[in-house]
């Protein structure tokens, strides 16, 4: 693809490179650990991956990482998967996220907001003291490190208390969102066999209720190895019998109590699902993630304290856990739990403006959804603070980046963030001291070695390729559950390059060094950020009598909407109705989710399949995005070619 020189649609100006962060850790790198002084970021970036030893080495000492036993060496075995990290140290996330209560105990850590847009702080005192009262009470409980608490949780305070409390225990914190259906949570929740269960009654979403009573009764039933539940009454109710009450557990004054760990000790369990089977429970370590979110939040967003940072999003999508860890840079979040557009469109720009958000992190969709809308953020709101909008969940069309500029402040600076829940991280994204490229990530993150490969292995520039990581990254996973001998997720990463991280987007490195990404190229639907796999919705949908065998495709727009068709092949005398076509909607939003109702529901004669009776997915997608047949798909793989046609001309209709 052609990638000439245009211009850039925002620059730094000299002032705010020089006030970045990532400038005096530059500086700073230089002096101490040989980093190249001049040549800006991509001098850094070259160096961080070619020394990476060092350079992590760098990030531990610049952001004064507290290890109560030292490493002894920062990288012990290279290898993907496998890497081991600062073998023999010792730490504790939470520690490190509870830290600025020490100098700035009376200015709010957290600002809760819900549907009435007023914020509620919460204070770093009041914080500690909740978490260090919870994690005694966790102790009480026989909760031991290693041991799984799980949250089915809204996007509010207690919350983060309870991921807080777990990692101060060193117990394995894991959630799902309220609007999960209660197989979607057992799919997830039944893999780790947590001990405790942090719920909520209900939640409030678009001006509504939403009972949960009945749902969390049967997550009770379905988890036995349950030893403790803890009711939040969040539309008031009374807690069930045998349930324990949050005001009790977090009541007492207790200095926490924070259990040192190793470096590699699991801090989470986070989901994402393949086209087939379990959704993928992800582990990721309290070490890795400190120091992977510790760059990437306090070096790329260049967030500290005196900042607010404010991301849209819910428990059941990395970007939560990645919010919560801006309390390790001293920076408020903000923890907004509802609608992302209510009461009206402008919803999330009123939020920014009344919490004083300096980062306001969205989703690309949200971003096109205003543009439509004929939303006018800065004449309607006063987003003066805000330095930095962020997007993330797919890629930001060029549209996307011209509005922002244009209806926010042409002073802006417009980060598009790619990365992975595998990663809960960036690969590539904002950089404070670089121009933003209409419809491109600046830049590939510092210590991690973006390429863009072909099927051979080889590397290129200016043309699409696989998204490939040639080094290890701390926050990779250190192993799914239940893979005792780590073949599911060597097959998720290693198995198309040996030894390299294949993530499963198609990007373009430019030669400019930043980066386009295309969607992904393999068939995991993602909508708004949260991914779900194709084997959940043909679960539910495939329990309806009328329904023989489905088959879901998530495909990127030009303008970056995203549609997802479900095509279905009826079983013999059903017909595709209105009233049916209520029942595989409903099925799908009370028992997944209401992200993942499909945009059309399409009457098909057939699934295709391969050989050995894989539904066919990606060539299928390949087709509806205008690959030509003979392209898509290999005719000698598929168990009936003909079914394709049907697909092929259904293309060149929406074409």
Known sequence: MSTANPQPLWQPAPERIAQARITAFQAWAAEHHGAPADGGYPALHRWSVEHLDTFWEAVTEWFDVRFSTPYARVLGDRSMPGAQWFPGATLNYAEHALRAAADRPDEPALLHVDETHEPTPVTWAELRRQVGSLAAELRALGVRPGDRVSGYLPNIPEAVVALLATAA?????????????????????QQVEPVVLFTVDGYRYGGKEHDRREIVAELRH???????????????????????????????????????????????VLYSSGTTGLPKAIVQSQGGILVEHLKQLG?????????????????????????????????????????????????????????GATLYGTSAAYVMACRKAGVHPSRDFDLTRVRCVATTGSPLPPDGFRWLHDEVREDLWIASVSGGTDVCSCFAGAVPTLPVYTGELQAPGLGTDLQSWDPAGESLVDEVGELIVTNPMPSMPIRFWND????????????????????????????????????????????????????????????????????VIGIEQPDGGYWMPLFVHLAPGAVLDEALLNRVKQAIREQLSPRHVPDEIIEVPGVPHTLTGKRIEVPVKRLLQGTPLEKAVNPGSIDDLALLGFYEQLARKRA
């Open 169 to 189: 225990v060193g117990a394995v914190w894991t959630s799902c969102a309220p609007d999960f259906g209660a197989r979607s949570v057992l799919d997830r929740f």
């Open 222 to 268: 379905e988890l036995p190895t349950l030893r403790a539940v803890v009711h939040i009454p969040l539309l008031g109710t009374e807690a069930p019998q045998g349930t324990l009450e949050w005001s009790a557990l977090t009541a007492a004054d207790t200095e926490p109590v924070f259990e040192q760990v190793p470096f590699d000790h699991p801090l989470w």
């Open 299 to 355: 070096l790329h967003c260049d967030l500290g304290p005196g900042d607010r940072f404010f991301w849209y999003t819910s428990t059941g999508w990395m970007m939560w856990n990645f919010l919560v860890s801006g309390l390790l840079t001293g920076t408020t979040i903000v923890l907004y739990d509802g609608s992302p557009g209510y009461p009206d469109t402008g919803a999330q720009w009123r939020i920014a403006e009344r919490t």
């Open 484 to 551: 005792p001998d780590g073949s599911r997720y060597h097959d998720s990463y290693f198995d198309a390059y040996p030894g390299v991280w294949r993530h499963g987007d198609w990007i373009t490195v430019t030669s400019r060094g930043s980066v386009i990404i295309h969607g992904r190229s393999d068939s995991t639907l993602n909508r708004q950020g949260v991914r779900m796999g194709s084997a959940d919705i043909y679960e539910v949908v495939e329990r309806l009598p009328e329904i023989r065998e489905s088959l």
